[in-house]
């Protein structure tokens, strides 16, 4: 008797769509993604990628979510600067993984696909924008910062400036004394005069 394989639904099925979009991420790049080559490797075919995921920039920046797994902590050191250098070192130090390579053919890819960009936008301000706001919280329910300071763009500099060191000098990880001056010189002035 032939050996019949179960169909897959739900999560399964999702599960194995975003791991094959993943793989296809780290072998082919965000250029070489097509949802025809993730349906063939997950064993499925296109119309379930689409059903899920309206085109390759959800189901590429979908399948980066996956693999990163859960958003970074916030701490809670009791110091502002503690904190904000513990985030940076955590995303510093994941910047080798396999997720971090994938989000940077991501990054590679925006300029030639604006939905791409929108669907990053997207991603970062859910995960990041609200990890850096808790500590923000934290901070000035210790006295630590001014109510005012609460504000996404406040929130998230230090985040933006490190990426900005990836991204114009083609690094992988940042020394630790570029994310102390990046807290030290531009985030905590910036958090205390607002």
């Not at 080798?96 to 604006?114: C, F, M, Q, T, Y």
Request: proline share 5%; hydrophobic share 40%; aromatic share 4%.
């Amino acid at each position: 008797m032939a050996d019949v394989k179960t169909r897959r639904r739900g999560t399964e099925l999702e599960d194995a769509i975003l791991r094959a979009a993943a793989d296809e991420l780290a072998e082919a790049g965000y250029a070489g993604l097509t949802m025809e080559r993730v349906a063939q490797r997950a064993g499925t075919n296109k119309n379930a990628l689409y059903r899920r995921w309206p085109n390759r920039a959800a189901l590429g920046v979908a399948a980066y979510r996956h693999l990163a797994g859960d958003r970074l902590t916030p701490p809670d050191t009791g110091d502002l600067r503690e904190d904000a250098l513990t985030l940076l070192r955590a995303i510093n130090c994941g910047q080798s993984s396999p997720a971090a390579r994938i989000l940077r053919g991501l990054l590679a890819g925006v300029g030639d696909e604006p939905e791409l960009l929108k669907q990053l936008n997207e991603q970062a301000t859910e995960g990041a924008t609200s990890t850096w706001l808790t500590v923000l919280d934290q901070a000035v329910a210790r006295g630590d910062a001014p109510p005012g300071a609460r504000h996404p763009r406040v929130a998230t500099v230090a985040l933006v400036l490190l990426r900005n060191e990836y991204l114009t000098r083609g690094l992988t990880t940042v020394d630790d004394a570029v994310l102390a001056e990046i807290v030290d010189e531009v985030f905590l002035p910036l958090v205390r005069n607002r």
